[in-house]
């Protein structure tokens, strides 16, 4: 079993910054990539960011230069801070890992998301 738990959603202001969490615990050998995707009220679900293992990064376009994904390997932990957030950034963002458990296993884990609001 793995399970993801994020944190560091909530309510901000257009131009605000946020910083989400995200740890990874349970039966755990390694992580590869780890990353953000977020869903907006009547959108699909859509990649954020993603970050490999040595540190490689992926941004979609609409959140370069706004926002920064970085994990600590050592906590199993993907962080994403988010700056100049704007009212588009709205959406339930959930935590994504590519782990291999103990067993040998590999399997994809999610977290249940949190929130985030930007308005006004």
């Known amino acids: 079993q793995v399970q993801l738990v994020e944190s560091g959603g909530g309510l901000v202001q257009p131009g605000g910054s946020l910083r989400l969490s995200c740890v990874a615990s349970?039966?755990?050998?390694?992580?590869?990539?780890m990353g953000w995707y977020r869903q907006a009220p009547g959108n699909q679900r859509e990649l954020v960011a993603h970050i490999s293992s040595s540190g490689t990064t992926n941004y979609a376009d609409s959140v370069k230069g706004r926002f920064t994904i970085s994990r600590d390997n050592a906590k199993n932990t993907v962080y994403l801070q988010m700056n100049s957030l704007k009212p588009e950034d709205t959406a339930v963002y959930y935590c994504?890992?590519?782990?291999?458990?103990?067993?040998?296993?590999?399997?994809?884990?999610w977290g249940q998301g949190t929130l985030v609001t930007v308005s006004s």
């Open positions: 994504y890992a590519g782990v291999t458990e103990t067993t040998g296993w590999g399997r994809n884990a």
């Open positions: 349970g039966s755990i050998l390694s992580i590869n990539i």
